[in-house]
């Protein structure tokens, strides 16, 4: 057995801007990686065993029959766990390579002390982590763009959906400037038989991942909720409104990208106003979509999250909406705290959050008996 153990830590992510719209063929996304982490630790075994002590999950043991994983005790919580060893599972058959069994303790600080998540893609940097563990243990280097695609795939395959932005930002960290790859091409990739293995060597269409730098005099402000958004739901009344009414739901995009890009060209020009018109825009986009889609995208508190931080700058939810977390821009660092005690005025709880410059990192250690 190998004497090291590999240590993996995944940020989280905000969204920033482009919600919802990324979900579509080439609209774009702002995406920034989050001083959140899950924290992976991973050694060799005799058996598979996964430690997730958040979940309750002690010496939790599982298999892959063929290409399924069994449990010991299953747990739904656990499908972006399984969906990822399924897929690197499948990917190392292909490979003619025996992955390993490996024991794993999954730590993770995305959600408040009683488990409750902020929205940050924990589900998004669990795939990742595991994605990058495996490779890690079997001393298999890939590109950050291939661990990007493994991560996807799992991820999609959990979910049924999704645009792949929080995989992005917790891979790459930073700033990102993100545009989807059309889900329906992967899946029909699968449907025809294209192994993963080839998968993630041929280029996906539209996608596109680009660093972006934020403007040094503009503050980034996070603000909780405290409510947990239930998002498949959501998602699909959005999906209805784009059956059913298809002239509106094209508006939004419209006005989505326009805003989105407002946000890119001030990043890039330095120029705060262009930036904080953007996010005004995006705010107005997404709160008429939910109207018109019947879906409480910005809530109460959400609505007052923004109506307080508008008072020194701009502001909008983040991801989804329907809970979690609102996002502030404003332009002076000194009436950061005048907001953070106007939100605790209001039941809304600031987060100590800034970006996070690097993503994914990996790292050896010897080992130590720290896992047990």
Known sequence: MSNLIWKIRVPGKLMIAGEYAILEPKQHAIVIAVNRYITLEMKSSPE???????????????KCEGNKVVYSRFDSRLIYFQQAIEVMNQYFRELSIPMGNFQIIIQSDLADNEGRKYGLGSSAAIVVG???????????????????KLSALAHLKAQG?????????????????????????????????????????????????????????????VGWTKEVART?????????????????????????YQAVASIAKGFETGNNRIVLEGISLNRQALRRLGELANVSIETTKLKTLCDEAEKFGKAKSSGAGGG???????????????????????????????????????????KRNVLK
């Open 130 to 148: 595991v994605v990058a563990s495996i490779l890690s243990y079997n001393k298999i280097r890939l590109s950050p763009v291939e661990i990007f």
């Open 324 to 366: 979690d977390c609102g996002i502030a821009f404003i332009q002076h660092v000194n009436q950061k705290l005048r907001l953070h005690e106007d939100w605790i005025k209001e039941g809304i709880i600031p987060l100590n959050m800034n970006v996070s410059k690097t993503g994914l990192v990996v790292s050896e250690l010897i």
């Open 161 to 221: 959906n999704g645009s792949g932005a929080d995989i992005a930002a917790s891979i790459f960290g930073g700033w990102i400037h993100y545009i989807a790859y059309p889900a329906n091409w992967v899946w029909n990739q699968l449907a025809k038989g294209t192994k993963i293995s080839d998968l993630i060597k041929q280029p996906w269409p539209n996608l596109l991942i680009t660093p972006l730098t934020a403007p040094s005099n503009l503050e980034l402000c």
């Open 232 to 256: 498949g739901p959501m998602v699909e009344k959005i999906k209805k409104l784009r059956i059913t009414n298809p002239y509106i739901y094209e508006c939004f995009l419209q006005a989505s």
């Open 48 to 62: 598979n065993i996964l430690s997730w002590p958040q979940l309750g999950f002690h010496q939790l043991t599982w």
